[in-house]
């Protein structure tokens, strides 16, 4: 049967409205889009806000007198350093395993912290070790959340417990 007008003009009718619909959906997907980018990065900068606040508090607890204490007692033993984290993801998660993109704490002897960074496994891009001795150096080599983690670890009794696991491991 040939076509005629009226059946072109049906199927330019249908044609256009599905592709208004398909604009509308795109425009909308878009919109959700930059949305969810737009509460992405505000999230992103209320973590940085509470790792600049966090990072002084790490390093206060780090010159206190808890952390004296455990470097008189690593002194006693011998021990150049000891764990006060799991290993932890960028998003301050603890990590069951080493695996990329982790990163553990260290107190040291001298009052310092040592921050050991591991990066793509697969890519042989291996593992860092670096020395902070300011918050300012503690925001440049962990992740922001990783540092907010880090605080409420120092704040809390979980960093004993870290420390004691670690200790045991190294009958």
Same mark, same amino acid.
């Not at 204490?69 to 301050?92: C, Q, Y």
């Not at 998660?93 to 990329?100: A, M, N, W």
């Given at each position: %049967?040939?076509?005629? @007008? ?40 209320? =973590? ?7 990072? @002084?508090? $790490? ?14 007692? %690593? ?26 993109? +982790? ?18 496994? +697969?890519?042989? %891009? ?5 020395? =902070? ?5 503690? %925001?440049? $080599?962990?992740? @922001? ?13 979980? $960093?004993?417990?870290? $420390? ?8």
């Amino acid at each position: %049967m040939p076509t005629t @007008p009226n059946d072109l003009d049906a199927l330019f009718a249908t044609a256009g409205r599905a592709l208004a619909q398909r604009r509308k959906d795109a425009a909308r997907r878009e919109r959700g889009r930059l949305e969810e980018g737009r509460r992405a990065a505000e999230e992103r900068a209320r =973590v940085a806000e509470r790792a600049r606040t966090a990072a @002084p508090a $790490v390093f206060a607890w780090v010159k206190g007198d808890e952390a004296e204490g455990l470097r008189v007692r %690593m002194r006693t033993a011998r021990l150049d350093l000891v764990a006060l984290t799991p290993w932890l993801g960028g998003d301050g998660s603890t990590r069951e395993r080493l695996c990329s993109f +982790s990163w553990c704490v260290y107190l040291t002897q001298d009052g310092g912290l040592l921050v050991q960074s591991i990066g793509l496994i +697969s890519a042989g %891009m291996g593992h860092r070790r670096q020395r =902070v001795t300011t918050p300012a150096q503690l %925001m440049e $080599v962990l992740p @922001p959340r990783a540092i907010v983690r880090l605080a409420e670890e120092v704040r809390s009794d979980h $960093v004993m417990e870290h $420390v004691a696991a670690g200790l045991k491991e190294i009958r």
